[in-house]
């Protein structure tokens, strides 16, 4: 799981290395006067701070490639009205700063989910997050390390039986979702089937304390989106079924 604070000693302390690094290039490092040695330390910080937004999976955010577009329009322009060998540099310096604004914008978004994933429903079940892939579940199960999971919150089926008592206690370590806006809570269990195959057992308790379950194989990735519409593969066709304000699956 994600430690928002580590992120930040960590990257601060990564600041102070590119300092001594830099350091290292010259007397004054990426203070000096001279502006070649002050182009060749930035470089180097700015390949690093690349390396951190990689680290990040910056590259898989659905901003990237509008944030990639931005940051190069803004500091490939400066060549355009900076002059003599001072160009380098204060693109070099351009990017530093985009770099570091980027690292700090991922770092809020983190600390967000970060709360969201610690958040607990009325019975005091840690959620996971909406959208689900039952590859996901499934792989933190075989890892056998809940806190190398950062997309589910596992939690023992002897926990949640305790309150929703329609569950087979034979199930594998569960998954909550949060509170439909409709009341209805779904809760997704990893099984085995009569023929070995793994299952997904999909459980719903709607406002009444009534309970719905569908069962669906697992070979294919199952996927819920956040409108609680679940997606699955059959004989070679993609099917989807839909939770009802009753807390019902339909199959569309």
Not at 102 to 115: A, C, M, P, Q
Not at 128 to 140: F, K
Request: aromatic content about 10%; some cysteine; proline content about 1%.
């Amino acid at each position: 799981m994600f430690n928002f604070n580590f992120f930040y000693l960590i990257f601060f302390i990564g600041l102070g290395f590119l300092n001594v690094a830099c350091a290292k290039t010259s007397t004054n490092g990426c203070n000096s006067n001279n502006v070649e040695e002050k182009f060749q330390c930035i470089r180097k910080e700015n390949f690093l701070l690349e390396k951190e937004l990689k680290k990040l999976k910056n590259n898989e955010r659905k901003d990237f490639t509008l944030w990639k577009k931005g940051i190069e329009n803004r500091c490939e322009s400066k060549k355009s009205y900076t002059l003599g060998e001072g160009v380098g540099l204060v693109k070099e310096e351009c990017y530093r700063g985009e770099y570091i604004n980027r690292l700090n914008e991922i770092g809020r978004d983190n600390g967000r989910v970060l709360k969201a994933i610690n958040k607990k429903n009325d019975d005091g079940f840690s959620v996971t997050l909406l959208p689900y892939n039952s590859d996901d579940h499934i792989n933190c199960i075989l890892k056998n390390s809940k806190t190398g999971c950062d997309k589910v919150n596992l939690i023992d089926v002897s926990a949640l039986l305790k309150v929703y008592n329609e569950l087979d206690e034979n199930y594998g370590s569960s998954v909550i979702f949060p509170e439909s806006k409709n009341g209805v809570i779904l809760i997704a269990s990893p099984s085995s089937s009569d023929s070995g195959r793994a299952v997904i057992n999909l459980t719903s308790v709607n406002a009444l304390g009534l309970f719905k379950k569908i069962t669906i194989d697992a070979s294919n990735n199952i996927t819920i989106n956040e409108n609680y519409e679940i997606f699955y593969t059959k004989n070679g066709k993609l099917l989807k079924i839909t939770l009802n304000n009753n807390g019902e699956f339909v199959v569309n």
